[in-house]
């Protein structure tokens, strides 16, 4: 058995839950849909990821995000591009 932290304090509080179990229901019925690209959500950690944002928004108990990567503009290719004809 793993070892639980004692403290009891929950780290989401139920408000969170509820908006990701709504967006994961919003992704399996086709309809949630990505910032502002407006795509449609196909991806399980982007679901959760959208519903914590949208508790996060609402006030709900969620811990902060973390500063991890940050995403640019674009894509990055992967090198240079070469032309076909020699």
Do not use: C, D, F, W
């Not at 086709?30 to 990821?49: C, E, F, M, N, P």
Request: proline share 1%; no cysteine; hydrophobic share 20%.
């Amino acid at each position: 058995m793993a070892a639980r932290k004692s403290g009891g304090r929950r780290k989401y509080g139920k408000a969170a839950s509820k908006r990701v179990e709504s967006a994961m229901r919003r992704r399996n019925k086709g309809t949630l849909k990505s910032g502002r690209s407006g795509k449609t959500v196909k991806s399980r950690k982007q679901a959760i990821a959208i519903g914590l944002s949208e508790a996060r928004k609402k006030g709900a108990k969620v811990p902060r995000k973390r500063g991890g990567r940050k995403s640019s503009g674009g894509r990055k290719s992967g090198g240079r591009k070469r032309s076909s004809s020699r």
